[in-house]
Each structure stands twice: as C-alpha cells, then as structure tokens.
C-alpha cells in the first residue's frame, strides 16, 4: 500500500488539501417567491414557482427577473463542499446570483475584453469589469515594514527535519484494521525503544511505504511537503524515535527524527515582495467583497436570503 508521501530518500510527499470552511447565514436560507399578482388567486402551476417548499429539489431564485436554473444549481454543486446538502445548495446558489449580478453589469456596460492567456472570455470580463469599477488604493512602502515589524515570528525559514518512518497501512474507514494497525506501532516502538539500530531491518521487512527500500528515510522534510494531518504531528517532535505512533489517512506511522534544523528569522527584503502580495490581495478581497455587496444591494434577488458577498466566491 502506496502512502503518497514520496518516501524514497528525496525528499517528502503525502501532499493533500483542506477544504475551504464559509461562515453562512442564520436559516431558513431560502423563500418564497412573491406572487406576480397579489389580488389573483394562484393557479396550480404556480406551485413550481416557490422556491422553498420541502418537496422541492432545489430553490428558484431570480435575480432581477432573471432565473436562476436548478440544472445550473446542480453543476455548481460540486464546487462548494459543506457540512450538509442544504449548505452546500445555499453556496451553490449563491455563487450563481453573484456570477449573474456581474454578467449583468458587464452586459450593461458593454464590456468587450481580449482574453489572456488561461483566461475564458467570462473570466476576462470579470477581470476587467472589477478593474474598471473597484477602486483600489496601493499598498505603501511604510505599511509593508510595519506588518514585517508586527509579524517577525512569521517570516523564518522552513525548519527541515530528517526522518525515517515504517507505514503500517490501513484503509481510513476501516475501524478494525486501524486498530490493529496502531497495536502493531506501539509494539514496534517498544521494539525500537530497545534497539534503534534495527529501523532499517523492520522498515524493509513491515513497512507498507516504498521508503523501505532506503530503511525507511524521507530524506529532509520541510512543511508543505507531507499531508497536513501528518505534518502538524511531524514538527512537534523532538529529535529521536517517536514515543506514541503517528497517525494519518494512510495508517500509522513509527516515526525517527534523526536530524531537526531550526528555521531563522528572514531579513525584510527577502520577504518584502511576499509581504506587499498578501497586503496587496487582502485589499483586493476587501474593495471586490464590497462591490458585490453594492450589486447585492442595488438588485432585485428573489428566493434566497443574501445580505452580502464574499470574494472567494469569484475565485
């Protein structure tokens, strides 16, 4: 069984991602749709007008008289994962009435765009509609020092470790293999704890990484470089064998930390470009979260209750 870490003496791997957590409203996150005649009794397809009735798949929506499709609703899905299908719709749905607030905008001001390289002409549009209408002051020298100035613990090198480890794999749903395997760790660590010099002659012959092949080494590790559940673990430990397993999605882990290098603290100028590049998007995120709040606010939106707009939802 393969861990992903690329344990094969260059270095590590077990690369992975952490999904992306959003604040959401206070339900109900959807409504009714107003009746297009108050005074008229509402006819029996009108039903398919409502937007949340619990017998419906998905909400109507309309943003300024425009429908939101539910087929549309259903594609998006899948590009906001949450704690639940109703959250998920809502950031689904959301994500939908921004996208068309701004399609509106640009169709209102006739924008036609040249896209670049990588670049859809909607993205090219968008691009340009957020240059043209969200004005963003620059970031000054004096504002870079003084975040440099009020993070120093931050900007330090990577610390490297050099570690060996034996994987004893196991499916992550399985529940009885994992137990199985985190008693086999622990008796190995007891193993190891009485003679280290054997890692190499259990790593080839238990552990279920290709690193075996190199008595279990991964080489210099640095932070980025193993799965996040891994690593937080990781470059906790002191130097020398690990005294409780370590676990991760592959299985459990027995872990030798043979080498530890602190990082040190970076001067400003190898750091001034990072610094002004996240000054500089936080302002960007800022200015655009607050256009969409204007377009937000200047529409009329229908069916989903929206007091506002975040700029990840562009991205």
């Known amino acids: 069984m393969a861990c992903g870490c690329g344990g094969n003496g260059a270095g590590g ?8 957590v959003r604040e959401l409203p206070e339900a109900p996150l959807f409504e009714e749709l107003p009746k297009e005649d108050e005074g008229a009794p509402q006819a029996p397809e009108a039903a398919a ?13 309309r943003v300024n008289g425009v429908d939101i ?15 639940s299908r109703d959250e998920a719709v809502y950031l689904a749905t959301r994500a939908l009435v921004l996208r068309e607030l701004l399609q509106q905008r640009i169709a209102a001001l006739d924008l036609r765009v040249r896209p670049q390289a990588g670049e859809s002409e909607e993205e090219a549009a968008t691009r340009a509609l957020i240059e043209r209408e969200v004005c963003l002051p620059e970031t000054s020298e004096a504002a870079c020092r003084q975040y440099y100035e009020s993070n120093r613990a931050h900007f330090r090198s990577a610390p490297l470790l050099g570690v060996r480890h034996i994987l004893l794999g196991c499916p992550a749903d ?3 293999a994992r137990s199985l395997a985190r008693e086999q760790a622990l008796a190995l660590i007891a193993e190891l704890a009485g003679d280290g010099g054997r890692f190499a002659e259990l790593a080839l012959a238990r552990s279920d990484c290709p690193s075996k092949e ?13 799965v996040p559940e891994f690593e937080r673990q990781l470059f906790r430990l002191p130097t020398g064998l690990a005294g409780q397993p370590l676990e991760s999605r592959y299985g ?8 530890r290098i602190d990082g040190r603290e970076l001067p400003y100028e190898a750091v001034a470009a990072s610094i002004r590049a996240e000054l500089e998007q936080r302002v960007w995120q800022r200015g655009v979260a607050q256009y969409l709040r204007t377009l937000v606010g200047d529409a ?11 700029s990840p939802l562009l991205q």
Not at 300 to 310: M, W
């Open 300 to 310: 009329r939106i229908e069916g989903i209750r929206l007091e506002g707009a975040d």
């Open 49 to 61: 007008q409502l937007i949340a009735s619990s017998e419906q798949e998905w909400p109507r929506v």
């Open 214 to 226: 190199q008595g279990g080494a991964l080489g210099q590790i640095s932070k980025g470089q193993t």
């Open 69 to 83: 499709a539910p087929e549309a609703i259903a594609l998006e899905l899948q590009y906001h994962p949450a704690g």
């Open 174 to 176: 399985d529940a009885e």
């Open 13 to 20: 791997g077990c690369a992975g991602e952490q999904p992306l």
């Open 252 to 259: 459990f882990h027995v872990v030798q930390v043979d080498q």
